[in-house]
């Protein structure tokens, strides 16, 4: 059983940066498919960002491709976020998890073993 903890969270002005960490206990998160996910207030759960186990092949949402990156440190056994020119609609509880099979995509059902989540707040 993999268990995943995200921090890196906090509260940054817009145009500021963060960067997220996920940090695994359990298996080493090589053997996955790692994605990051968000939930803002009063909506669901939706893609942000995943990176394959082999070859590092990422995939973002549209809306925030350009402005953040992930990665990841199979010998640290940890994915990261970076997240560059934040803006208040940024605002949620960042996830991460990893994927059930090699081919999990952008669907959160397609993930399991979820971290408690880390809270990203942009002010205006």
């Known amino acids: 059983q993999v268990q995943l903890v995200e921090s890196g969270g906090g509260l940054v002005q817009a145009g500021g940066s963060l960067r997220l960490s996920c940090a695994a206990s359990?298996?080493?998160?090589?053997?996955?498919?790692m994605g990051w996910f968000r939930q803002a207030p009063g909506k669901e759960r939706e893609f942000v960002a995943r990176?394959?186990?082999?070859?590092?092949?990422?995939t973002y949402a549209d809306s925030v491709k350009g402005r953040f990156a992930i990665s990841r440190d199979n010998a640290r056994n940890t994915v990261y976020l970076q997240m560059n020119s934040l803006k208040p609609e940024h605002t949620a509880v960042y996830y991460c998890?990893?994927?059930?099979?090699?081919?999990?995509?952008?669907?959160?059902?397609?993930?399991?073993?979820w971290g408690q989540g880390t809270q990203v707040t942009v002010s205006s």
């Open positions: 990176i394959r186990g082999s070859g590092g092949t990422t």
């Open positions: 359990g298996r080493t998160l090589s053997l996955y498919i």
């Open positions: 998890a990893h994927g059930r099979t090699s081919y999990s995509g952008t669907d959160p059902s397609d993930y399991v073993n």
